[in-house]
């Protein structure tokens, strides 16, 4: 199932630091041979200041060569540079942990920093020693204290970029200690900040995106291609992530950027939506309740820019309406789901609620249902088959329609026919949204055009 692996797509959308642990995850599989992980594992933690962890994996990969004599020079220079900056961070520290100071401290931040000034002669330049503190803690591996820097950093910067590149270091930190409550904060406040201004780029310790600050929309576009890549961590740990992702991914503006740059986040978006649909209720919102609907249409739309099992399965089932390829796909997408470093854990509740979404559209079109056919096509045995369908029918609002005669061995469908105006109303439904999507791409366009006219640059987020 390599060819389904996207851990080589996602790499580049990533800090360096959230990729060990997907490489980690791949050196437990079997995708790709032990080796050629631990090869990628290595060049990955020379970038940072990680040597003893550098040079167990240079031993495990080289274990007849002597250790090369850069791993001792370069951990006394991350000693030595280390002592140096919290030297210079703890000088600010000592000043806004005492109690006087922090009561005295309010939400301006320019009046703070005059304060600061003037009582205890606290500079922007010993400000910023406690971002170059937790950037260089980052590298060094000791994320949470990493975070707390940045934290107390933004606290009292008025650095714009700086700031952001906090943001970034700080949701990354908040990550890979698993800290998931506070990640969803961090996550929300750098979503806030990208879409309210023109972020800068994911540079804490990113590669440089100085080519994309001529131009503002593209620059906007990278830094929430960036946070898709990174929310699929909080997402798929919190314990309301599925339905969060589906809110976030849905809404315009992240819609149209994975349709314009990163497809392949199309498998979450598919997965999130599939595992909520045994959930969906009134209490959740009407993007959530009808998001496959739309997510089906994008897979449509997209399937020419990517396209796997977990889409095949859904395009097959509304679509074409063909179950018994929806049935091979769905075994395909099982294996997926297990392989997938952020999809494993949810192996059993994807082909639970898969399985509802295939009993769902086969007793839509048939009154008499044979239970061993439909077992088929769960890919269950009779036994098994004849328990889930017994159970479900028991749990869902199919129980008022469906009876099910075990001698005949059949399920009888009897569903009074929807009233006139209620299929009216199902056919106008979001009518006035499409209406409004329209006239904004309407609108976006005749700006690029102008744009273009007057000879400046104009790009057109997700414009079709």
Not at 194 to 211: G, M
Not at 370 to 376: A, E, F, K, P, V
């Amino acid at each position: 199932m390599s060819e389904y692996d996207l851990t080589q797509t996602i790499i580049p959308y990533c800090d360096r630091h959230l990729v060990f642990p997907l490489l980690a995850h791949l050196a437990e599989s079997d995708l790709f041979p032990v080796e050629q992980v631990q090869a990628a594992q290595y060049e990955l933690a020379r970038g940072t200041n990680m040597v003893d962890y550098a040079l167990s994996l240079f031993e495990a990969l080289n274990p007849d060569e002597p250790v090369p004599a850069e791993f001792s020079g370069k951990r006394e220079n991350a000693v030595s540079t280390n002592e140096r900056l919290q030297l210079e961070a703890q000088a600010v520290l000592n000043v806004i942990e005492n109690p006087d100071v922090a009561q005295a401290l309010r939400q301006d931040k320019n009046q703070n920093l005059q304060y600061l000034k003037e009582h205890y002669n606290v500079t922007l330049e010993q400000i910023n020693a406690l971002y170059n503190f937790g950037q260089f803690q980052y590298t060094y591996g000791n994320y949470s204290g990493s975070a707390d820097y940045l934290y107390h950093f933004r606290v009292l910067s008025t650095d714009q970029d700086l700031n952001m590149s906090a943001h970034w270091g700080k949701l990354a930190c908040d990550i890979l200690t698993g800290k998931w409550e506070v990640a969803l904060e961090e996550l929300n406040t750098l979503r806030e900040a990208i879409d309210s201004r023109t972020p800068s780029a994911p540079t804490f310790s990113s590669p440089s995106t100085a080519n994309l600050a001529a131009d503002p929309s593209l620059m906007q576009l990278h830094a929430r291609t960036w946070l898709l890549h990174w929310s699929l961590f909080v997402y798929f740990n919190h314990t309301q992530g599925r339905t969060l992702l589906l809110e976030t991914f849905l809404t315009p503006n992240y819609l149209n950027t994975i349709q314009t740059s990163c497809p392949w986040i199309l498998r979450y978006l598919t997965t999130a939506a599939i595992l909520s649909r045994k959930s969906s209720s009134g209490l959740l919102s009407s993007r959530v309740r009808h998001a496959l609907r739309e997510i089906v249409k994008v897979i449509q739309m997209e399937e020419y820019q990517y396209q796997d099992p977990i889409t095949s399965f859904l395009k097959q089932l509304y679509v074409e309406f063909d179950f018994e390829a929806a049935q091979k796909e769905l075994g395909k997408a099982e294996q997926v789901v297990a392989n997938d470093f952020f999809l494993g854990d949810f192996r059993e509740d994807f082909l639970d609620n898969a399985r509802y979404l295939i009993s769902e559209a086969y007793c839509r079109i048939h009154q008499r249902i044979d239970i061993g056919d439909l077992s088929d096509r769960l890919n269950l045995s009779r036994d098994e088959g004849e328990k889930w369908i017994v159970n479900l029918i028991r749990e869902t609002r199919m129980g008022a329609d469906a009876k099910i005669d075990l001698e005949k061995n059949v399920i009888e469908i009897n569903r009074p026919p929807q009233p006139i105006y209620q299929t009216v109303i199902e056919k106008t439904r979001g009518l006035a949204i499409r209406t409004q999507t329209v006239g904004a791409a309407i609108a976006r366009s005749q700006q690029a055009i102008t744009a273009q006219n007057e000879g400046q640059p104009a790009v057109v987020e997700g414009a079709r």
